[in-house]
């Protein structure tokens, strides 16, 4: 049986380039592709050479975010990101302005979360 592998997951955000400029400064990312998208919307595809983020917007108002997507079926939980270092990438969240949550040191490893602008949690964890 040939083995799935993650290539991208897509979700919808307020401000696609600023979100993908975001996601560039704190993880060392770069914008695969971007440009109009679904609907008359805009996407950046922002991420490694082997995997990467859809961020997408749709024309019109921006969409509400959820309040609790753990409650929500189909709801985005958290986007898990793997870091080197982990005390590196904690001072570029709180240096951008963003608050860490929920520090944890457990196997396989430490880990701590924020959320965005736009609410969406972000799971930042190293196993080094």
Same mark, same amino acid.
């Given at each position: 049986?040939?083995?799935?592998?993650?290539?991208?997951?897509?979700? =919808?955000?307020?401000?696609?380039?600023? =979100? &993908?400029?975001?996601?560039?400064?704190?993880?060392?990312?770069?914008?695969?592709? /971007?440009? &109009?998208?679904?609907? $008359?919307? *805009?996407?950046?595809?922002?991420? #490694?050479?082997?995997?990467?983020?859809?961020?997408?917007?749709?024309?019109? +108002? =921006?969409?509400?975010?959820? /309040?609790? #997507?753990?409650? /929500?079926?189909?709801?985005? $939980?958290?986007?898990?990101?793997?870091? +080197? +270092?982990? $005390?590196?990438?904690? &001072?570029?969240?709180?240096?951008?302005? *963003?608050?860490?949550?929920?520090?944890?040191? *457990?196997?396989?490893?430490?880990?701590?979360?924020?959320?965005?602008?736009?609410?969406?949690?972000?799971?930042?964890? #190293?196993? &080094?």
């Amino acid at each position: 049986m040939s083995q799935g592998i993650l290539e991208h997951v897509n979700f =919808t955000v307020s401000d696609p380039k600023a =979100t &993908a400029a975001m996601l560039c400064d704190l993880f060392g990312w770069h914008i695969r592709w /971007q440009g &109009a998208a679904k609907d $008359n919307g *805009y996407t950046v595809h922002v991420g #490694s050479g082997s995997d990467y983020l859809a961020i997408y917007s749709g024309p019109g +108002d =921006t969409p509400k975010p959820w /309040q609790d #997507s753990y409650s /929500q079926l189909g709801g985005l $939980n958290h986007v898990g990101i793997i870091v +080197d +270092d982990l $005390n590196a990438v904690e &001072a570029r969240v709180k240096a951008a302005g *963003y608050e860490p949550i929920n520090h944890a040191d *457990y196997e396989p490893g430490r880990r701590f979360y924020f959320r965005d602008g736009d609410n969406i949690e972000y799971e930042i964890v #190293s196993y &080094a």
